[in-house]
Structure formats: C-alpha cells, structure tokens
C-alpha cells in the first residue's frame, strides 16, 4: 500500500521551492500564501523532516527540500503531460514579451493551425529561459545568448530608426535631425541608442537628450503612437503600425540592424511535434517579413 503526502501540500511545496517566494507560489495556485505555509508544514510533519530554513522573510532550502524538490518537478511535469495527453491535446505554452505578443506574434497567430492549443503569457521583464521554472514550453526572448540545455534559435534581427505620430510632425514641424532635439524623446533602459544615432546623423550632443526612460520598446512605442515624443523603435516591431498610419518614419539614418528575438526551448524536447511545428511556422512569419538573421543558426550550451 503507498504512503503518499497530501497533494496539495506537495504541489504548495514544489511551487515554493521553484520561485522561491510563498507569495509567488499563493498567486501560482490561486491560493493565499498563509495557506501556502500551511501545506508546507502539513508536508513537513508528515515527512518528520524541514524542508525550508527560515531566515526572517527568506526560505531557504534544506539539503533534503532540494533532493526532495528536485524529484518533485520533475513527477509533476510528467503528470501534466500525460494529463494533457488524455484530455485530447496538450496547450503549447508560449511565455513572451508584451512588444512581441502584441506587435507581431497576436496579429498572425490565426494562422497557426494549433492556434487554439496556444496559451500565451507575456513577462514584465525579461523572459526567464530556466525551463525549471517558467512554466512554458517555448519561450521567445530578446537576445540570442547560450543557455545551457536549452536549444536558443535567433529568430529575427531588426533596425533602428526614430518613429513619431504625423500630428506630432506636423504641429513640431519636424524637418531635420536636428529639429529632434526640441522634442521629448523616449528612451529603452536596455539598448538605448539615441547618442549612436546622432552621431550617424553627424549630430554632436553634449548629454543623454531629455526624455522618459522606459523599461522597453513596446512602451516607448507606444507612447509615441499616442503623439507624446519620438521613439527610436525597432523596424520589426512597428512595420504594421507604419502601413496603418498610425506612425511615420523620420528620415534615412538607421541603427545597424541586431538580433532582438529569439526561440528557446529546451533541447531534450527538440523532436516534440507541437514545438517543432510552432517553431516553423513563427519562423516561416518572420521570413516572410524578410526578418530572419542571413545566418539564423541554432545555439546550444552544453
């Protein structure tokens, strides 16, 4: 006869262990963290062994929590495979940024085939790659570094010019390069360019121009939709807003283009039929928009 721990305990232990945070794991289950540390002692008590060390507001991990955990993950991802299986189709679980979902991924994923085996889930910062953790089978992330175990494919490079509302242009009467140093400007914590595209433009400038810091490009862009500044937005990620108008282009001086996206997933899934064909349609879509690196090739850390 098995001796087997509450479930609930063990999936309240599992969550807390992988983010670290009761909180994190209470949000995860739809349950609040005081029910969280309920089920972690209930699973202590019944194991007759700690599991967390507790140092003020900080767990951390007994030497059997990360034996035990380690197992744990590894139970609990294969159930839900196989559960997913039985219902008649497993999700593709995609985990991205809000610029990509919003700007290219969305607009084309009716043409998907799987498109309603789809879940999509978008980060606030930059997407995590440790599969351990991240809840996603794919992940689409900006950059193109190596990841140990994970099979890292550079999806599209990109670009770089300032974009700007044609009511904003017209009311600035913005002509030439220089005319941009009167206007507010938005710049990207991560990349900011502004000062390499004045000195391609053979403007020279003392400081950082003034303007809002944003934590990415999709709100920068999407400020200056709203006619608040100018972004220096990347081609990829405004090329639909630029056919609808919503946008304009301001003049002929660009940002070597760099690798921004790229697909992850972890390389022991590599042959999965669901990832494989996710991965070949996403990449035929940004083929078609010419976005695709000349020497797109797979990364994979060992």
């Known amino acids: ?87 008649g189709g497993r999700d593709l679980r995609v985990l991205t940024t809000p610029g990509f979902a919003a700007r290219f991924m969305v607009p084309r994923l009716s043409g ?14 930059a997407p995590d790659t440790d599969f351990a953790r991240n809840d996603a089978d794919v992940v689409i ?54 000062p390499a595209w004045f000195a391609a433009a053979g403007i020279e400038i003392d400081d950082r121009p003034r303007g809002p810091r944003y934590p990415h490009c999709e709100l920068s862009s999407t400020a200056a939709e709203r006619g608040q500044g100018v972004a220096l937005a990347y081609d990829a990620m405004v090329r639909g807003t630029l056919r609808a108008g919503v946008l304009v282009r301001l003049f002929e001086q660009v940002m070597m283009p760099v690798t921004i996206y790229s697909v992850a997933y972890l390389q022991d899934r590599e042959t999965d039929p669901l990832i494989r064909e996710f991965r070949d349609w ?21």
Not at 56 to 61: D, E, Y
Not at 164 to 186: A, C, H, K, N
């Open 1 to 87: 006869m098995r001796r087997l721990p509450p479930f609930a305990a063990i999936r309240a232990f599992e969550a807390t262990a992988r983010h670290g945070s009761m909180k994190a794991a209470a949000e995860e289950l739809c349950v609040t963290a005081s029910a969280v540390s309920h089920q972690i002692r209930t699973l202590e008590e019944f194991l007759d062994t700690a599991l967390f060390l507790r140092d003020g507001n900080r767990l951390i991990l007994t030497l059997t929590g990360k034996t035990y955990v380690g197992k744990l993950t590894g139970l609990l991802d294969a159930l839900d495979e196989s559960t997913r299986d039985l219902r």
């Open 112 to 125: 998907f085939r799987h498109g309603d085996l789809v879940r999509l889930r978008v980060s606030e910062g």
């Open 141 to 194: 992330h900006w950059g193109d570094t190596p990841v140990p175990g994970v099979v890292v494919e550079p999806l599209m490079e990109s670009a770089r010019y300032p974009v700007i509302s044609p009511g904003l242009r017209d009311r600035e009467r913005i002509e030439t390069p220089e005319d941009l140093l009167r206007v507010t400007l938005f710049h990207d914590e991560v990349m900011d360019a502004w």
């Open 282 to 302: 996403i990449f035929a879509e940004a083929a078609l928009e010419g976005l695709v690196p000349p020497r797109g090739g797979t990364v994979a850390a060992e």
